[in-house]
């Protein structure tokens, strides 16, 4: 009998993975400003293109909400725009440093601990991270960076769909992710506290507000039987989220198309 090997899923799906193998995240801050936007996985430098301007208006609107939620009743700060963080295990070798769009580090834990090499990523996961997918991006790669976020210590990982008008809620040990639309109320749990954000429409920035007192009876996270029940059971808050993410609408890219860069370390 023979057994077929399956080879792994890349680390690094959500970007375009890079020669530079084995850097450290002092190396990483050195990188020059060339227009795209870097990463460190386990040692492994990836990028991407930089965001377009519907995606910086989603990220300033999140920002905005959440930010005023916090500063109100002081349980924290946000964070934006593509912040890189340090999450490199104390066990490892190998240095691993994410960005998130928007995060949110709560008051307890501030200020940011000192960087542990170089000048720029602090050594802290945030509490909550939120990711804005790209019109190239795909769930199985997104949900494998949530997955890092949560395994490298943070509690909560929103990855908002603007094409689609979706949301997916991470938590940890979550296989999958729970999928919010239409008009869903998106809390967060005893990570932001009294926190409800009203979706009418998932990543339409026109859509996002917080809502009213008098619609608080509105469906919550907690509920988790937000739609319709699917074939197998399950509860889903959207047709699309029955719809395999590969087939909507825009062939995947393959990766033998890609020409990684080759990095030069720096002095």
């Known amino acids: 009998m023979t057994t077929q090997l399956v080879t792994p899923r890349p680390l690094y799906g959500w970007a375009q993975p890079t020669q530079a193998d084995d850097w450290t995240t002092d190396m990483l801050e050195r990188l020059p400003d060339d227009g795209w936007l870097y990463e460190l996985v386990e040692g492994r430098v990836v990028r991407m293109p930089p965001p377009g301007p519907d995606h910086g208006r989603l990220e300033s609107k999140l920002d905005y909400l959440l930010r005023a939620h916090l500063t109100a009743h002081g349980l924290g700060e946000t964070y ?44 802290i996961a945030p509490d909550l991270v939120v990711e804005i997918a790209s019109p190239t ?13 949560l395994d490298r210590g943070a509690r909560l ?6 094409e689609p008008r979706e949301l997916d809620v991470w938590t940890p040990g979550a296989q999958e992710p729970q999928t919010l639309a239409g008009h869903a109320v998106l809390d967060a749990g005893d990570v932001i506290p009294g926190l409800r954000l009203q979706l009418n429409e998932v990543g339409s920035v026109k859509s ?29 808050a959207s047709p699309h989220a029955l719809t395999p993410a590969r087939t909507r609408g825009r062939a995947r890219r393959p990766r033998s198309q890609w020409d990684p860069p080759t990095f030069h370390r720096p002095c």
């Open 80 to 123: 934006v725009g593509e912040t890189g963080w340090d999450l490199t295990r104390r066990d490892e070798r190998k240095d691993t440093v994410l960005a998130s769009d928007v995060a949110v580090v709560r008051a307890e834990r501030l200020p940011l601990p000192p960087p542990r090499r170089g000048k720029t990523y602090r050594p």
């Open 137 to 149: 991006q795909y769930r199985p790669d997104m949900g494998d960076k949530a997955r890092q976020w």
């Open 157 to 162: 990982v929103w990855v908002v769909w603007p």
């Open 208 to 236: 996002w507000r917080v809502p009213l007192g008098a619609r608080a009876s509105r469906p919550s996270l907690a509920s988790a039987g937000v739609g319709r029940p699917s074939p197998q059971g399950r509860r889903v």
